[in-house]
């Protein structure tokens, strides 16, 4: 009988716990924060497939100040409804270009901060500007990320937030 009410108070306890820090994350919305689960492993091992990142919402301030190196949230190309979570690699008015499997920003090569390289399934990409208005994002996980190489740059004003860590 002791053992049945201790599992009560338990999983009484873990719902309290799950209803507040939904109640919680529900509060922050008008703040601007906002929690993702990762859904594929285009981010790793920054962050991993599955992980809830928190981010907040960026206006148009906060999109005018976003740099290379920033991990955002974005609306996805291909499904405007969802949202997806990469790095700025290059924004607008720089060059890229891949060759040999290194990203090459401004002439000057750039690892993955995870220390992936294109891979040898990555094509060459050849050298291109970004346009004014846009950014070139990519997955950590470069031989495993759908991003600017697949789609192109993405419209800046598509950026809606940006993740609390980097």
Same mark, same amino acid.
Request: proline content about 7%; some cysteine; glycine content about 8%.
């Given at each position: =009988? ?5 599992? &009560? ?5 873990? @719902? ?8 919680? =994350? ?10 993702? #689960? %990762? ?45 997806? %979570?990469?790095?700025? @690699? ?34 060459? &990409?050849?050298? %291109? ?5 846009? @950014? ?28 609390? #860590?980097?």
């Amino acid at each position: =009988m002791d053992q049945d009410l201790r599992s &009560i108070k338990v999983n009484c306890c873990q @719902v309290a716990l799950a209803l507040a820090a939904l109640a919680f =994350m529900q509060s922050c919305k008008p703040l601007g924060l906002h929690a993702t #689960r %990762v859904t594929t492993p285009g981010m790793e091992p920054t962050i991993e497939k599955g992980e809830v990142v928190t981010w907040f919402e960026l206006d148009d301030v906060g999109r005018a100040k976003l740099q290379s190196g920033s991990i955002v949230v974005f609306k996805a190309p291909d499904d405007p409804e969802k949202v997806r %979570v990469k790095r700025i @690699v290059a924004v607008e008015g720089d060059s890229l270009e891949t060759r040999d499997s290194t990203l090459y920003v401004n002439d000057e090569p750039v690892r993955s901060p995870s220390g992936h390289r294109p891979g040898a399934r990555s094509e060459n &990409i050849p050298r %291109v500007e970004i346009p004014m208005g846009t @950014v070139f994002i990519m997955g950590d996980n470069w031989d495993s990320s759908l991003d600017s190489r697949r789609f192109g740059p993405i419209p800046i004003d598509s950026i809606v937030g940006k993740l609390l #860590r980097e």
